[in-house]
């Protein structure tokens, strides 16, 4: 498994960081903005790549059954409350505490932000595992 692996904890952190660091360096944008946006971006891709994606790269000896399954329900072999699972939980909470705070609690970042934490966690609960809302991804 990909998270589990030596390092990538680090290097997920850093490349949210150097977001961030590259947000901050173009000049029309606003700190509150920067943090919204790298909170939004980061939720963007992450529920991209772990909720929506399905299958594998490579092949597997399972014959099949991880077509159907997202990198989420793939990862740890389905079982949950994992370091890896716990950790890709925590980061988007951390991050939207910190664009909260950065942006000062204002109403419409605060919206933005709320919106895009729960399009990325309410997927990662064990209630949702293998549930495809409205049939979108059942394929």
């Known amino acids: ?3 589990n ?10 490349l949210v960081t150097v977001l961030h660091v590259f947000l901050l360096s173009i000049p029309v944008l606003t700190v509150p903005l920067v943090w919204t946006l790298t909170n939004v971006i980061h939720n963007l ?5 772990l909720h ?16 159907l399954l997202t990198h989420w329900e793939q990862m740890d072999n389905g079982i949950q409350f994992t370091s890896s699972r716990k950790f890709l939980t925590i980061s988007p909470i951390v ?11 204002d ?7 709320t919106g895009s934490l729960l399009s990325v966690l309410l997927p ?4 949702f ?11």
């Open 1 to 3: 498994m990909v998270m």
């Open 45 to 49: 891709v992450m529920y991209l790549f």
């Open 95 to 105: 991050l939207y505490i910190l664009a909260s705070f950065y942006t000062k609690y």
């Open 124 to 127: 990662k609960l064990p209630l």
């Open 52 to 67: 929506t994606v399905k299958g594998t790269p490579f092949e597997t000896p399972d014959q099949g059954k991880a077509r």
């Open 107 to 113: 109403a419409t970042h605060f919206l933005v932000n």
């Open 129 to 139: 595992h293998g549930v495809r809302i409205f049939g979108i991804n059942k394929y």
């Open 5 to 14: 692996s030596r390092g990538i904890w680090l290097a997920y952190l850093l």
